[in-house]
């Protein structure tokens, strides 16, 4: 299993245990993930990193002074 953890701007548009899909974007030399619809994205990743499954679940919404943090796991 694989943990990611995603950024998230409104509260309550994802809870744990919800099933979630993401979509690849390509930036000129990485990768970045966004929960769809818009929900949440991620940092970004290199080559090596790049995530092999697209639906994944959520585990963990983490409230701090920046926000919102999704961690979603995937099967990998």
Do not use: Q
């Not at 000129?28 to 990743?45: H, L």
């Not at 499954?53 to 990998?76: K, P």
């Amino acid at each position: 299993m694989r943990r990611m953890d995603f950024k998230m701007e409104r509260e309550g548009l994802v809870k744990p245990g919800d099933k979630v899909t993401v979509s690849e974007g390509v930036l000129p030399s990485s990768w970045y993930y966004t929960i769809e619809p818009a929900i949440a994205m991620s940092a970004n990743y290199t080559n090596r990193e790049r995530l092999t499954v697209r639906e994944g679940t959520v585990v963990e919404v983490i409230t701090d002074e920046s926000g919102y943090t999704v961690v979603a796991e995937f099967d990998e």
